[in-house]
């Protein structure tokens, strides 16, 4: 069975920082991109960022590059998000994100909220 767990949310204040991490099994982790995406109140999903299965190559939205950086650990079965300066429209529930076959894997996500 497919599993995504996120972790790391949290309340923080504007310019702060945290990590977010998403733990996956159930599949082989190696061959597969990873995708972060946020949603905040009354917003529509978005991508945030995604890292390949094979050389790591990275993609960030226009909104987060130059602070959130993506990396997974293949030992681990884990994908981080290290999220720096963060900016009160950051503030929303981040999910990771499978796409294996016909189907689209989520976790229960993770709430981050950033203060003024």
């Known amino acids: 069975e497919v599993q995504l767990v996120e972790s790391g949310g949290g309340l923080v204040q504007a310019g702060g920082s945290l990590r977010l991490s998403c733990a996956a099994s159930g599949f082989t982790f190696d061959d597969y991109a990873i995708v972060w995406f946020r949603q905040a109140p009354g917003k529509e999903r978005e991508g945030v960022s995604c890292i390949s299965s094979s050389d790591g190559s990275t993609y960030y939205a226009d909104s987060v590059k130059g602070r959130f950086t993506i990396s997974r650990d293949n030992a681990k079965n884990t994908v981080y998000l290290q999220m720096i300066n963060l900016k009160p429209e950051d503030t929303a529930v981040y999910y990771c994100?499978?796409?294996?076959?016909?189907?689209?894997?989520w976790g229960q996500g993770t709430q981050v909220t950033v203060s003024s």
């Open positions: 994100n499978l796409h294996l076959g016909w189907y689209d894997y």
